[in-house]
């Protein structure tokens, strides 16, 4: 085989995720061309594959060291920057492909993606458009941008928009399951509006075409699911959640084992430390981190908060989870050593590294929400290394917080563990022990804040969390609803738009009978 026939065959073991098999022909070829550009790419994406970005860094960087014109090789680099986080750089290494090629397709959708993931939506909205352009001029199939671009619109609440571009997808691909599943999202299904009907009897129609697969039937499973329980179908709602649940399971593995692995391990570690001892370095920002199980309100209380003019919200955020896992994880889980460590260490490495990626944010404010719910988890770091910060947790009807789980499919491989009704209890129960741990160790540093209790009394429990906040009164915390600074990329996109309602307190009640396994492993 000459060059180019042993560069195909890696393509194809690429294409195929077969990382190691591209590692070893990349091997051999670079003993005949050392130094390739191409070859040193192709290297380096097998390791992106495999997870290990500082080593795709390095042979990212020795592609371009090669051959400083191969924008390939540098829209991977800047990706790998952003999966590592250090974005900076990546903008940096986006801004010098622009400058180079305007037509570069990719660059558009990656900055894109990018921009977005830093909260500068309007500006994503801005790159996603270019890419349609683009891509329309080169005849190719715009569809995957449309979908960037309405997942745009929708975090703002921008409905008009946002149901323009999905006919624009509809209208190259009427089966497109994530343009359908973006709709149901927005419907109210209701004999009275035709428009949701209509789409209901379209949904049904693809759902019975034989050519989806499991996890495309999986998604129209939820969306008949969520069709039915808003027309009070109970039976036919419950039967669609099963499926989609069924479906979906058998396309992934549930990483319930890992995730109550890490949730006993960090009470077990953090039985041993004393959490009176509080780093004396900290940034002057002041951290409300809003967490708890997901689906327990955190975001409509972050909406909340973040409709204050003194606060910025963030949303959900991966960063600290990630900084611990980097600084105290090892073979046998957290390290009691390390924190031990890092606990009285001069500098306050964890509070930097946060706010270091934060500075990419540009945020003016002196007060952040974080709400990322699997948080809770972290609370005994929050307290040595975020002092100044606060604590919210979010506590909701265990009943109804699980049964809104099954009934929802996530983006997230994170919650893999939603798919199966025993896997959702123990999780739950593990959540319970943990949050009834901190409040044991650190009463004072958490406030609870309870769903049911805030959606009845919505105006005297927002004061309350103000108080608590150390934040003046405003109104516009009173009026979440019109909160168009902070996007919404969670599942509760559409409901944390609305003024607070009471309808899914109880709303597990009618399901009951069909969620036995769930709730009666519940303690």
């Known amino acids: 085989m000459n060059f180019l026939e042993k560069v195909k065959v890696l393509q194809n073991y690429y294409e195929t995720r077969n990382f190691k098999k591209v590692l070893e022909g990349c091997k051999i070829l670079n003993k005949k061309f050392p130094n390739h550009s191409y070859i040193l790419n192709l290297s380096g994406l097998a390791y992106q594959g495999l997870e290990n970005h500082k080593k795709a860094i390095q042979l990212f960087e020795a592609a371009l060291k090669a051959d400083h014109t191969n924008i390939s090789a540098m829209n991977n680099l800047a990706n790998c920057l952003k999966r590592t986080e250090q974005f900076l750089r990546a903008e940096e290494v986006f801004k010098k492909i622009l400058n180079l090629d305007r037509n ?28 349609i352009i683009i891509a329309r001029s080169q005849n190719i199939n715009p569809v995957k941008f449309l979908i960037q671009l309405a997942q745009a619109f929708h975090s703002l609440n921008n409905v008009k928009d946002l149901l323009e571009t999905i006919n624009d997808i509809l209208k190259i691909e009427p089966d497109n399951v994530l343009a359908h599943r973006m709709l149901s999202k927005i419907f109210k299904y209701s004999t009275e509006k035709p428009e949701t009907m209509e789409h209901l009897e379209k949904v049904k129609k693809i759902y019975n075409k034989a050519n989806l697969n499991n996890f495309q039937k999986s998604k129209i499973s939820f969306i008949l699911g969520k069709a039915y329980h808003d027309l009070s179908d109970k039976k036919k709602a419950i039967e669609f959640f099963i499926k989609g649940n069924q479906l979906f399971k058998k396309e992934i593995k549930s990483n319930i084992e890992q995730e109550l692995k890490i949730i006993n391990n960090t009470q077990e570690v953090f039985n041993n430390i004393k959490l009176n001892i ?61 924190i031990f460590e890092l606990q009285t260490f001069d500098k306050n490495l964890i509070n930097e590294q946060y706010f270091e990626i934060l500075s990419s944010y540009k945020i003016k404010q002196q007060v952040i929400t974080d709400k990322a719910p699997s948080n809770f988890r972290w609370i005994g770091f929050i307290k040595i290394f975020f002092p100044n910060s606060l604590v919210i947790h979010c506590k909701r009807n265990a009943k109804d917080n699980c049964f809104s789980l099954f009934k929802n499919d996530f983006q997230s491989s994170q919650l893999n563990w939603t798919y199966d009704q025993n896997d959702i209890s123990k999780y739950y129960n593990a959540y319970k022990s943990l949050m009834k741990f901190w409040h044991a160790k650190i009463p004072e540093f958490i406030y609870t804040v309870e769903y049911e209790k805030f959606v009845t009394d919505s105006k005297s429990e927002t004061k309350k969390l103000l108080d608590f906040c150390q934040l003046d009164f405003d109104d516009n915390c009173f009026n979440h609803q019109n909160n168009k600074r902070t996007p919404i990329k969670t599942m509760s996109v559409t409901e944390a738009r609305q003024p607070v309602y009471k309808t899914s307190v109880n709303s597990s009640e009618e399901y009951k009978n069909y969620l036995s396994e769930m709730f009666e492993n519940l303690i």
Do not use: W
């Open 104 to 131: 570069y397709l990719l660059v558009y959708n990656n900055y894109a993606n990018f921009k977005n993931s830093i909260n500068d939506v309007e500006e994503a909205i801005k790159l996603y458009k270019q890419a």
């Open 278 to 338: 509080s780093h004396k370095s900290f940034s002057n920002k002041k951290m409300i981190f809003i967490c708890g199980m997901p689906r327990s309100g955190s975001t409509l209380i972050e909406q909340v908060i973040s409709s204050h003019n003194k606060v910025y919200g963030s949303g959900e955020l991966s960063y600290l989870n990630n900084i611990i896992n980097k600084n105290f994880l090892d073979k046998n889980g957290l390290s009691l050593k390390k």
